[in-house]
């Protein structure tokens, strides 16, 4: 088990599978209430990236997965767990970098882009015109104090709000914490990314049917050079649409 403790004291897991290749590791960044597991192994991601000889590292986010999960707000948000990710491409002594992030880990990998000159090329998935519109996910669709109680009430019966119900089964199904969850809810970016600071060649990856990546060709034009595929699918169902898979790696690769 591969773990370092961020800036802030929260352990990080990390995995990584090995190959010896010309070109950098891959990094992959999952989505709210996922993990490394949840969003690339089980799709096959991992396995396509390593089929093809690339050397892969799957982070999980704090309060997720096998990572730590404090229930303050105030060390949550995308912008610290770029910073987590800036630590992990240190600590590996990693120079440059393939990054790729869907729906939270999309934010936090344009914001790692933003950032760090290492990231040669840039995948982000799950995301649209909320990115550019609201600074972060699109709480349009679901946020606020609707998910809030969603994740923090014992009694299911109070959550009225769909989206909100569905996100709750997520939390309940992949055996997540959900007051960490909610600490990352209450603490979700909702600031101006640099999107035009972005140097490595990028790839949006949307779900034709995804609410919460609703308009894609905005978030595309607001990042230099971008390019935009869609694929069938909503939300979580376009990570396993046989067109996913290979759109991503052949960008990569």
């Known amino acids: 088990m591969s773990t370092f403790r961020s800036g802030d004291g929260v352990e990080i897991f ?18 709210f209430i996922a993990d490394g597991r949840t969003n690339w192994v089980l799709p096959g991601v991992v396995g396509a990236l390593t089929g093809a000889g690339r050397r892969v590292v799957a982070i999980d986010a704090r309060g997720h997965g096998r990572s730590g999960k404090p229930h303050d707000p ?22 440059e970098v393939d990054l790729v992030g869907y729906s939270m880990g999309a ?78 809810a209450a603490a979700v970016h909702a600031a101006p990314i640099p999107l035009e600071s972005i140097k490595a060649p990028t790839l949006v990856l949307a779900g034709a049917e995804d609410p919460l990546a609703v308009r894609p060709e905005v978030l595309a034009r607001a990042i230099p050079g971008a390019v935009l595929r869609t694929v069938p699918g909503d939300h979580l169902s376009a990570l396993r649409d046989p067109g996913f898979v290979p759109a991503l790696t052949g960008f990569l690769n």
């Open 107 to 184: 934010i936090v990998a344009l914001l790692t882009a933003a950032r760090d000159p290492r990231i040669r090329r840039l995948v982000v998935g799950g995301v649209g015109a909320g990115v550019v519109e609201l600074g972060g996910l699109d709480t349009r669709v679901i946020g606020g104090d609707r998910l809030l109680h969603a994740l923090r009430t014992d009694d299911r019966s109070t959550i009225t709000d769909p989206a909100a119900a569905g996100f709750r089964a997520f939390v309940e199904a992949v055996g997540g914490d959900r007051l960490a969850l909610a600490a990352q």
């Open 74 to 95: 105030a060390v949550y948000g995308e912008s610290r767990m770029a910073g987590d990710v800036i630590t992990l491409l240190d600590l590996l002594g990693i120079t």
């Open 14 to 31: 990390y995995e990584i599978w090995e190959n010896e290749s010309e070109l950098p590791p891959v990094l992959l960044h999952h989505g």
